[in-house]
């Protein structure tokens, strides 16, 4: 005899719990448990536990002994995707496309099937947003046409299972996964209970055939993901796609991945034909600095394997409410900064509001922006430019001394290339051809080293 056991799960997070509870212990959320009763597993009669043929997914064995050929990636052909996923999308795996309306996911996910049929892969692409002529003046438009490309404008579920079957793809898709619904469960498309059912339906469906999956996903107005924190537990990847919607710039990165890892950055160009990739990203975030800007510093930093060169901008005014406004760096980050401004160069910033953000829409995370932050900071305040042609790299501690970085001399190596004329680099720095570099120990020395002296300026 089978026996029954009942939960609850929360509506909202999927969270589960063994007694009904009025808030949910997970996301807090009030009256969201809902009564889950499922068989529980039965027991085999000689009170062993059944497991399967051997060789099957279900069979226990040695770590040395499992294949892990099965995880090879399958490249898409888009360089800068592949580099955020590490090489390109692995069999069986589940990658979720996230990012607010109009930034590109749609195009994004038809120029990589496109590519990808172009070399015999067979790709079906499931539209529930869209019709199939919708999808190809697209195609035409992004250079996407392909006759190993199949597409179909289907919302129910239970039909883009059929269609699977029928055509047998290699690659799947769905824009998006808050349109599909599966009429037998309960819910209007977009619930909360139908996007949980359903991605769990193509997950289960994606590891059974090897089949690489990829659902596009909406973004609410807070910018996190739509739909229960679920979908992102069960899925593989979770790849975000943003940018400003007054700049071309659209960056991809991953929140989660299974695979490889999280701290690439991927770099599109937006333009009449699609999305271009961006190879030589620390040219492109240059390209509009203006030479001799006071509150302007250089720094060298590092996403994931790829060291880039980006402007930090800054403005210091007077206020009598001064306020601390960042786009691009920790706001943490930058309070700290200003302490030790305060307390080891003796600016007084107490009565000034404080801007910085980092140009081009980048978010850096890393301490290796530190030493160019602080130099923007007390460009502006100071009213003096820095050197022309200077890159900055380093990080602050709280003492004022500047320290060294991971991965240093690619940061220099990718300064040089760009013909940077000289470089602000903690004491030690390796030296790299072609790069001068002046080693400065703390914040003053920074400050005396990379600001112009307006006298010898006058001078000149």
Do not use: N
């Amino acid at each position: 005899m089978v026996k029954t056991r009942t939960s609850y799960r929360c509506a909202e997070c999927g969270a589960e719990a063994p007694r009904w509870l009025g808030r949910c212990p997970a996301c807090e959320s009030w009256g969201t448990l809902q009564e889950r009763v499922a068989p529980a597993r039965p027991a085999a009669t000689d009170g062993r536990l059944r497991t399967g043929a051997p060789g099957s997914s279900g069979v226990p064995a040695s770590i040395v002994d499992v294949d892990s050929g099965c995880a090879d990636p399958m490249p898409t052909g888009v360089g800068e995707l592949d580099r955020v996923l590490g090489g390109g999308l692995v069999p069986g795996s589940v990658t979720l496309l996230a990012g607010e309306p109009g930034m590109g996911k749609s195009t994004l996910l038809l120029q990589a099937l496109g590519s990808m049929a172009r070399h015999g892969t067979r790709c079906l692409l499931v539209t529930a947003e869209e019709s199939c002529a919708q999808v190809r003046v697209r195609a035409e438009r992004v250079g996407a046409l392909a006759p190993e490309l199949v597409v179909v404008a289907e919302t129910s579920l239970p039909h883009v299972l059929a269609h699977v079957d029928a055509v047998g793809p290699s690659v799947l898709a769905l824009d998006s996964i808050q349109t599909v619904v599966d009429p037998d469960q309960p819910g209007a498309p977009g619930s909360v209970s139908q996007v949980r059912d359903g991605a769990y339906r193509l997950v289960q469906l994606a590891k059974e055939r090897a089949l690489p999956t990829v659902m596009v996903g909406h973004v609410t107005k807070e910018g996190t993901l739509a739909g229960p924190r679920v979908l992102e537990h069960i899925v593989d990847t979770v790849l975000t796609f943003d940018g400003d919607r007054g700049h071309s710039l659209r960056l991809l990165r991953a929140l989660k991945h299974r695979f490889g890892s999280t701290h690439e950055l991927g770099l599109f160009e937006m333009g009449e034909g699609g999305l271009a990739d961006v190879p030589d990203a620390s040219a492109r975030f240059l390209v509009d600095r203006r030479t001799g800007a006071i509150g302007s510093a250089i720094a060298g930093v590092l996403e994931g394997t790829r060291p880039l060169l980006v402007e930090v901008q800054s403005l210091v005014v007077e206020s009598s409410v001064p306020r601390r406004t960042v786009t691009g760096v920790d706001p943490g980050r930058l309070g700290m900064l200003l302490a030790v401004l305060d307390q080891h160069h003796r600016l007084d910033l107490a009565k000034y509001e404080v801007y910085a953000s980092v140009a081009g829409g980048l978010r850096v995370a890393e301490p290796g922006i530190d030493l160019a932050l602080l130099l923007a900071i007390a460009s502006a305040r100071l009213r003096r430019p820095l050197a022309e042609g200077i890159v900055a790299v380093g990080e602050v501690g709280l003492g004022g001394e500047v320290r060294s970085v991971p991965q240093l001399e690619r940061r220099l190596a990718e300064a040089a290339r760009l013909g940077m004329v000289g470089a602000l680099v903690p004491p030690g720095a390796p030296a790299v051809p072609g790069l001068p570099t002046f080693e400065v120990g703390d914040v003053d020395a920074a400050i005396a080293r990379g600001l112009v002296d307006p006298r010898a300026a006058s001078a000149a």
